[in-house]
């Protein structure tokens, strides 16, 4: 079993900024990636960031060169960075981790924190 906690999110003015936390524990035999979603209400779950276990990073354009994805593997935390915000920005933002079991993968989701940002 793997547990995931997130925080970090809070209110913030435009152009703020604020980084997120999501601490993995429990029975973790290696982590393949760990990502962050944003859902705003009414709308589907959407990728933001991806971090794989070589640390290669990608973004969704819309966060590219505000948001920074980032990991301490002897916490096996991943944080996210976020920069510049904007209105738009404004949804719950989840955790998810791909955890390496022997033959096979299993992921994980945290339990979303808040980000608000006004205008």
């Known amino acids: 079993q793997v547990q995931l906690v997130e925080s970090g999110g809070g209110l913030v003015q435009a152009g703020g900024s604020l980084r997120l936390s999501c601490a993995a524990s429990?029975?973790?035999?290696?982590?393949?990636?760990m990502r962050w979603y944003r859902q705003a209400p009414g709308t589907q779950r959407d990728l933001v960031a991806t971090?794989?276990?070589?640390?290669?990073?990608r973004y969704a354009d819309s966060v590219s060169g505000r948001f920074t994805i980032s990991r301490d593997n002897a916490k096996n935390t991943v944080y996210l960075q976020m920069n510049s915000l904007k209105p738009e920005d404004t949804a719950v933002y989840y955790c998810?981790?791909?955890?390496?079991?022997?033959?096979?993968?299993?992921?994980?989701w945290g339990q979303g924190t808040q980000v608000t940002v006004s205008s």
């Open positions: 429990g029975s973790i035999f290696s982590i393949a990636a």
């Open positions: 998810n981790v791909v955890v390496r079991f022997p033959g096979r993968l299993s992921d994980y």
């Open positions: 971090m794989s276990s070589d640390g290669s990073t």
